[in-house]
C-alpha cells in the first residue's frame, strides 16, 4: 500500500468510529430538542428550530431542578472529602515506612476492584440499623469510601514520583512532614489532583445503585436516580426524557472536554496495578 | 527502588515514627466503615437464609451450590460469560485490528479522536440506557435503517426479543469500550518505533506476520490493561441492565449484578443476594489475576 492510501484508509476508519461514537449522543440531542410529545426518534434536525422548553419542563415539571441540587451537594461533599483524604493517606504510603504500610496499602487498592454489589446489601441494612438511609449520608459515606481506593492508589504513584531533592531541602529546612506536604507536595501536584478530582466527581456524579438502594424519599433522589424514574413514569414522552438525559451528562461532558487529557489518563492507569 | 524507600522512609527531625499512622487513619476508619466491613458482612449473610425480616438461620453452602444447582442462578452467570464477549473480546479485537491497520502512520488530529471514541466512558450508564433504548426500540432508529434498505424481515423489537435482547445489550457494551480500547492501542501503537515495521518488512514479512510479531507483543501492556477494565466494567454493569430491560424478557437478560439488587430488595432473599455478590467478586478477582499472569508470564 502506498502511504497516501494508508493515510486515506487510517482517517477513514477513525472516522466511521467517531460517527459510530457520536450517533446514540446526536440522537438524545436531536430528540431533546424536539417536538413536545413526539414519537419521532429519528435524526434530523426539529423543524420550526431548536426547541428549548422541554429542558424547562424537565427542570420544573420533572423535577430536575431540585435532583441536579442533590447532586451537586453529594458530589461536592464526597470529592472534597475524598481529595483530602487520600492525599494526607497517600503521602504516608508513598513517602514514609512504618509496619504494615504494604499490607494496608493494598487493602485500599482491592477496592478497584471489589465490585459494589458485594456490599450494598449490608450496607443498606447497617445504615436502616443507624436511620440514616434516606439522608445525604447514604450517598455521601459510601461514595468517599470507594473513592478513596482509587484516591490513595493514584496520589501514592505522585507521591513516589515526586522530586526527592525537593523533600531533602525541605526537611533540611527543618519542615515537619505536614509543612512538606501542604506547602511544597500538593501545590507542585497540582496535575495529578486535578486528575484524581475529575474522576472522582465522575463517578459521583454517574452513581446509580448505591442512590437507587438509599433512598426512597423523592426530594433526594440524585440525577440519575431521577432519570431512571422519570423513564418508567414517561415512556410515551421521549423528548422530556432525552432533555433530562442531557441535563444529567452535560456537567461532566463539559469537565470532560475541557481536561480530556486527565480524563483519560485517569480512568487508564486506575487498572494497572504496578 | 527499595532503596529510595528506605531513604524517603526518613523522618524529619523530631518527628514521631508513628507519624504514618496518623495520616493514613481517617482515609482508613471511612474505607473500612463503609467498604471493608460491608464486604465482610457480605460474606457473612452469604451463609444464612434471611428475609431482611424475620430471624436469620444458618444456610451452611446452600446459596452458593444453589448458584451451580438452581438455574434462575445460574442463567444470570451464564449471561455474564455471553456479555464478556460483547464487552471484552469484541473490543479488544475491534480496538486491535483497527490499531494495527493505523500503527503505520502517524495520525495528525488523534486529540479530536481520541476525545470523541473516548466519550461514552465519561456518560453515565444510565443515560447510555435510555438513549440506546430509544435506539433499540421497536419504531428506533436501527429498526428504521433496516426497513429502509429492504431488510424488514430483520426488524424487531430488540429489547423485548428472547433471543435477541442479550446480544442487543451486549452491543451497548461493546459501542461503550471499543473507543476505550482504541485510544489505549492508538497511543500504544503511535510508541512502537518505526523501524520495527521496516525491518519486518525487509523480511519479507506480509501485514499478518507484521500484526503479530510487531503490534502485538509491544501491545501486550496495553492488551492486559484493556482486558482488565472492561472485564470489571462487563461484570459490573447493573445500570445498563436496570434502565433497559431488568432482566427481561423473562429472565433473558438477567446478570448477576442485576441478580444482588432483585433478590435483595424485590425478593428478600438477602442471603442468597449475598452469596451471588461475593460470587461476582471472586469472579471478578479470577479472572484480572488471570490476564495479568498470562500477560506478566509471557514477558519472563
Given at each position: 500500500?502506498?502511504s497516501?492510501?494508508?493515510r486515506?484508509?487510517?482517517y477513514?476508519?477513525?472516522?466511521?468510529?467517531?460517527?459510530?461514537?457520536l450517533?446514540p449522543?446526536?440522537g438524545?440531542?436531536?430528540?431533546?430538542?424536539?417536538e413536545?410529545?413526539?414519537?419521532?426518534?429519528?435524526?434530523?434536525l426539529?423543524?420550526?428550530?431548536l426547541?428549548w422548553?422541554?429542558?424547562?419542563?424537565a427542570?420544573?415539571?420533572?423535577?430536575f431542578?431540585t435532583?441536579?441540587?442533590?447532586?451537586?451537594?453529594?458530589?461536592?461533599?464526597v470529592?472534597?472529602v475524598?481529595?483530602?483524604?487520600s492525599?494526607?493517606?497517600a503521602?504516608?504510603?508513598?513517602v514514609?515506612?512504618?509496619?504494615?504500610?504494604?499490607?494496608?496499602f493494598y487493602?485500599f487498592?482491592i477496592?478497584?476492584?471489589?465490585?459494589?454489589?458485594a456490599?450494598?446489601?449490608?450496607?443498606?441494612?447497617?445504615?436502616?440499623?443507624?436511620?440514616?438511609t434516606d439522608?445525604?449520608?447514604?450517598?455521601?459515606?459510601?461514595?468517599?469510601?470507594?473513592?478513596?481506593?482509587?484516591g490513595?492508589?493514584?496520589?501514592?504513584?505522585?507521591?513516589?514520583?515526586?522530586a526527592r531533592?525537593?523533600?531533602?531541602?525541605?526537611?533540611?529546612?527543618?519542615?515537619?512532614?505536614?509543612?512538606?506536604l501542604?506547602?511544597?507536595?500538593?501545590?507542585?501536584g497540582?496535575?495529578?489532583?486535578?486528575?484524581?478530582?475529575?474522576?472522582?466527581?465522575?463517578?459521583?456524579?454517574?452513581?446509580f445503585?448505591?442512590?437507587?438502594?438509599?433512598?426512597?424519599?423523592e426530594?433526594?433522589r440524585?440525577?440519575?436516580?431521577?432519570?431512571?424514574?422519570?423513564?418508567?413514569?414517561?415512556?410515551?414522552?421521549?423528548?422530556?426524557?432525552?432533555?433530562a438525559?442531557?441535563?444529567?451528562a452535560?456537567?461532566?461532558?463539559?469537565?470532560?472536554i475541557?481536561?480530556?487529557?486527565?480524563?483519560?489518563?485517569?480512568?487508564?492507569?486506575?487498572?494497572?496495578?504496578e | 527502588?527499595?532503596?529510595?524507600?528506605a531513604?524517603?522512609?526518613r523522618?524529619?527531625?523530631g518527628?514521631?515514627r508513628?507519624?504514618?499512622?496518623?495520616y493514613v487513619?481517617?482515609a482508613?476508619?471511612i474505607?473500612a466503615?463503609?467498604?471493608?466491613?460491608p464486604?465482610?458482612?457480605s460474606v457473612?449473610?452469604?451463609?444464612?437464609h434471611?428475609?431482611?425480616?424475620t430471624?436469620?438461620?444458618?444456610?451452611?453452602?446452600d446459596?452458593?451450590s444453589?448458584i451451580?444447582?438452581?438455574p434462575s442462578l445460574r442463567?444470570?452467570?451464564g449471561?455474564a460469560?455471553?456479555?464478556?464477549?460483547?464487552?471484552?473480546?469484541?473490543p479488544?479485537?475491534?480496538?486491535?485490528?483497527l490499531?494495527a491497520a493505523m500503527?503505520?502512520?502517524r495520525?495528525?488530529g488523534?486529540?479530536?479522536?481520541?476525545?470523541?471514541?473516548?466519550?461514552?466512558?465519561v456518560?453515565?450508564?444510565?443515560?447510555?440506557?435510555?438513549?440506546?433504548q430509544?435506539?433499540l426500540?421497536?419504531?428506533?432508529?436501527?429498526?428504521?435503517?433496516?426497513?429502509?434498505?429492504?431488510?424488514?424481515s430483520?426488524?424487531?423489537?430488540?429489547?423485548?426479543?428472547?433471543?435477541?435482547?442479550?446480544?442487543?445489550v451486549?452491543i451497548?457494551?461493546?459501542?461503550?469500550m471499543?473507543g476505550?480500547c482504541?485510544?489505549?492501542?492508538?497511543?500504544?501503537a503511535?510508541?512502537?518505533?518505526?523501524?520495527?515495521?521496516?525491518a519486518?518488512?525487509?523480511?519479507g514479512a506480509?501485514?499478518?506476520r507484521?500484526?503479530f510479531?510487531?503490534?502485538?507483543?509491544?501491545?501486550r501492556a496495553?492488551?492486559?490493561v484493556?482486558?482488565?477494565?472492561t472485564?470489571?466494567?462487563g461484570?459490573?454493569?447493573?445500570?445498563?441492565i436496570?434502565?433497559?430491560?431488568?432482566?427481561?424478557?423473562?429472565?433473558?437478560?438477567s446478570?448477576?449484578?442485576?441478580?444482588v439488587?432483585?433478590?435483595?430488595?424485590?425478593l428478600?432473599?438477602?442471603?442468597?443476594?449475598?452469596?451471588?455478590g461475593?460470587?461476582l467478586?471472586?469472579?471478578?478477582?479470577t479472572?484480572?489475576?488471570?490476564?495479568?499472569r498470562?500477560?506478566?508470564?509471557?514477558?519472563?
Amino acid at each position: 500500500m502506498s502511504s497516501k492510501i494508508e493515510r486515506t484508509f487510517t482517517y477513514g476508519i477513525l472516522s466511521i468510529f467517531a460517527v459510530i461514537s457520536l450517533t446514540p449522543v446526536i440522537g438524545i440531542l436531536s430528540t431533546a430538542f424536539g417536538e413536545k410529545g413526539s414519537l419521532n426518534t429519528g435524526f434530523s434536525l426539529p423543524e420550526g428550530g431548536l426547541n428549548w422548553s422541554n429542558f424547562s419542563d424537565a427542570w420544573s415539571q420533572g423535577h430536575f431542578g431540585t435532583y441536579l441540587g442533590n447532586s451537586i451537594l453529594v458530589a461536592v461533599v464526597v470529592v472534597t472529602v475524598a481529595t483530602v483524604l487520600s492525599i494526607l493517606a497517600a503521602y504516608a504510603f508513598g513517602v514514609m515506612r512504618f509496619p504494615g504500610s504494604n499490607v494496608l496499602f493494598y487493602v485500599f487498592v482491592i477496592g478497584l476492584t471489589l465490585p459494589q454489589e458485594a456490599l450494598v446489601v449490608p450496607l443498606y441494612f447497617d445504615l436502616r440499623h443507624y436511620e440514616i438511609t434516606d439522608t445525604y449520608w447514604a450517598l455521601i459515606l459510601p461514595q468517599t469510601a470507594q473513592s478513596l481506593a482509587f484516591g490513595v492508589f493514584w496520589m501514592r504513584t505522585y507521591f513516589r514520583n515526586s522530586a526527592r531533592s525537593v523533600m531533602e531541602a525541605a526537611r533540611v529546612d527543618g519542615a515537619n512532614s505536614f509543612t512538606t506536604l501542604w506547602r511544597i507536595l500538593v501545590p507542585m501536584g497540582r496535575p495529578a489532583i486535578t486528575t484524581m478530582i475529575v474522576i472522582t466527581f465522575m463517578w459521583t456524579w454517574n452513581e446509580f445503585l448505591m442512590a437507587l438502594v438509599m433512598i426512597s424519599e423523592e426530594g433526594l433522589r440524585t440525577v440519575p436516580l431521577g432519570l431512571a424514574f422519570f423513564q418508567g413514569q414517561q415512556t410515551s414522552d421521549t423528548s422530556l426524557l432525552a432533555a433530562a438525559a442531557v441535563l444529567i451528562a452535560l456537567p461532566v461532558v463539559v469537565v470532560y472536554i475541557a481536561l480530556q487529557r486527565r480524563f483519560i489518563e485517569g480512568m487508564l492507569t486506575g487498572a494497572v496495578k504496578e | 527502588m527499595k532503596s529510595l524507600t528506605a531513604s524517603y522512609g526518613r523522618r524529619a527531625p523530631g518527628e514521631p515514627r508513628a507519624v504514618g499512622y496518623l495520616y493514613v487513619l481517617p482515609a482508613l476508619v471511612i474505607y473500612a466503615l463503609f467498604l471493608l466491613v460491608p464486604f465482610g458482612q457480605s460474606v457473612w449473610l452469604s451463609f444464612l437464609h434471611w428475609d431482611g425480616l424475620t430471624r436469620a438461620t444458618s444456610a451452611g453452602f446452600d446459596n452458593y451450590s444453589d448458584i451451580f444447582t438452581d438455574p434462575s442462578l445460574r442463567a444470570p452467570f451464564g449471561h455474564a460469560l455471553v456479555l464478556l464477549i460483547f464487552y471484552s473480546a469484541l473490543p479488544v479485537c475491534i480496538g486491535l485490528l483497527l490499531a494495527a491497520a493505523m500503527s503505520r502512520i502517524r495520525v495528525r488530529g488523534l486529540t479530536f479522536f481520541r476525545t470523541v471514541l473516548f466519550l461514552p466512558q465519561v456518560l453515565a450508564m444510565v443515560v447510555v440506557g435510555v438513549a440506546w433504548q430509544s435506539i433499540l426500540a421497536p419504531d428506533g432508529l436501527l429498526n428504521d435503517v433496516l426497513r429502509a434498505v429492504g431488510l424488514d424481515s430483520l426488524a424487531r423489537p430488540w429489547l423485548g426479543d428472547y433471543d435477541w435482547a442479550l446480544p442487543a445489550v451486549g452491543i451497548v457494551g461493546t459501542w461503550v469500550m471499543t473507543g476505550l480500547c482504541l485510544v489505549l492501542f492508538l497511543a500504544g501503537a503511535q510508541r512502537i518505533p518505526k523501524e520495527l515495521y521496516e525491518a519486518a518488512r525487509l523480511d519479507g514479512a506480509g501485514a499478518f506476520r507484521e500484526f503479530f510479531a510487531v503490534t502485538l507483543p509491544a501491545l501486550r501492556a496495553e492488551i492486559a490493561v484493556a482486558l482488565t477494565l472492561t472485564i470489571v466494567a462487563g461484570l459490573r454493569n447493573f445500570d445498563l441492565i436496570y434502565v433497559m430491560t431488568s432482566g427481561g424478557p423473562g429472565e433473558a437478560t438477567s446478570v448477576p449484578a442485576y441478580e444482588v439488587y432483585h433478590r435483595a430488595f424485590e425478593l428478600n432473599q438477602v442471603g442468597s443476594a449475598a452469596a451471588v455478590g461475593v460470587a461476582l467478586t471472586v469472579l471478578i478477582f479470577t479472572l484480572t489475576v488471570t490476564v495479568s499472569r498470562l500477560v506478566e508470564g509471557r514477558r519472563s
